[in-house]
Antibody, heavy 119, light 107 residues
């Protein structure tokens, strides 16, 4: 059974970078697609981007200038870096796997990592 | 971007009742719609994709319908464990977008 677990600092200062790790067990990240999604206070959700089995990436245009999704296949982990954060980036960040054969549908999720941007 | 309008934002019902949640897209998305459930402290669960296809493990009391711009998630014979937040999501085009969520409370 695939399991995903987000990790990273819970508090980031404005203008700094937010870095999160998604550790995957039970499934290789060299298969399928892997993404990041966030939920803001108030429950609005936003797709951030994803990385494919081959390492190619796709980002939400609203964030494209500030984000980078990378991976370490030897550790079966993928990463999110969000630069120049503001208080509006305060959210719970989730990593997820796309359902095989149905691009864009996420069938396995981590439990989320809460990130607060504050000085 | 495709805007997803979900309603109601809050719903309370008793066990055994049936409830429906609506999701409307700002343009036709064919049947490229998924439904998710989230419970506090738990990971999101995919319930339905392709508008009406139940994900493996989703109880049969859940059903999805619709195509184009109007979609509905129906839960028949509510069980106490069905409480939580429900979201629709379109995957017709990027950026993937979500509805605003429906909080379902079991009376």
């Amino acid at each position: 059974e695939v399991q995903l677990q987000e990790s990273g600092p819970g508090l980031v200062k404005p203008s700094q970078s937010l870095s999160l790790t998604c550790s995957v067990t039970g499934y290789s990240i060299t298969s399928n697609y892997w993404g990041w999604i966030r939920k803001f206070p108030g429950n609005k959700m936003e797709w951030i981007g994803h990385i494919s089995y081959s390492g190619s990436t796709s980002y939400n245009p609203s964030l494209k200038s500030r984000i980078s999704i990378t991976r370490d296949t030897s550790k079966n982990q993928f990463f999110l870096q969000l630069n120049s954060v503001t208080t509006e980036d305060t959210a719970t960040y989730y990593c997820a796997r796309w359902r095989f054969g149905v691009p864009g549908v996420m069938d396995a999720w981590g439990q989320g990592a809460s990130v607060t941007v504050s000085s | 971007d495709v805007q997803m309008t979900q309603s109601p934002s809050y719903l309370a019902a008793s066990p055994g009742e049936s409830v429906s949640i609506s999701c409307k897209a700002s343009k036709s998305i064919s049947n490229y719609l998924a439904w998710y459930q989230q419970k506090p402290g738990e990971a999101y669960k995919l319930l339905i994709y392709s508008g009406s296809t139940l994900q493996s493990g989703t109880p049969s009391r859940f059903s999805g319908s619709g195509s184009g711009t109007d979609f509905t998630l129906t839960i028949r014979s509510l069980e106490p464990e069905d409480f939580g937040l429900y979201y629709c999501q379109q995957y017709y085009e990027k950026p993937l977008t979500f509805g605003s969520g429906t909080k379902l409370e079991i009376k």
